[in-house]
């Protein structure tokens, strides 16, 4: 009668310290990017339509040129906002990315 070996569990290993290390600051620095531009494009979404008229409410200086500009982008506020939603589902794809890629492996 042969006996066979019982077959052994392997390790659950994860990723090496650098990896780990590595993946965490890129991880960071991205998603900071990301939601930074997502705030920015919220920004742009709603200063841009209530642009003229808070400056005429001041009664504050502003160049025909500059209203003009801002009158033409308060048309578009819905691609800032659409840019700026897009950012924050960056920020998340690559956080949910980055904990699959440091979670341990069988």
Not at 31 to 42: C, K, Q, Y
Not at 84 to 96: D, K, Q, W
């Amino acid at each position: 009668m042969t006996s066979s070996p019982a077959p052994t569990q392997s390790a659950r290993r994860g990723p090496s310290a650098a990896v780990v290390a590595l993946v965490g600051v890129v991880t960071v620095v991205a998603v900071f990017a990301l939601i930074m531009a997502g705030i920015t494009f919220i920004g742009l979404a709603i200063a841009f339509p209530i642009a003229v008229p808070v400056a005429e409410a001041y009664h504050l200086p502003v160049r025909a040129a500059d209203a003009a500009l801002a009158q033409q982008f308060a048309a578009f506020w819905w691609a800032f906002a659409a840019l700026a939603i897009a950012s924050f589902v960056g920020a998340a794809a690559v956080t949910l990315g980055a904990a699959k890629v440091l979670s341990p492996r069988d």
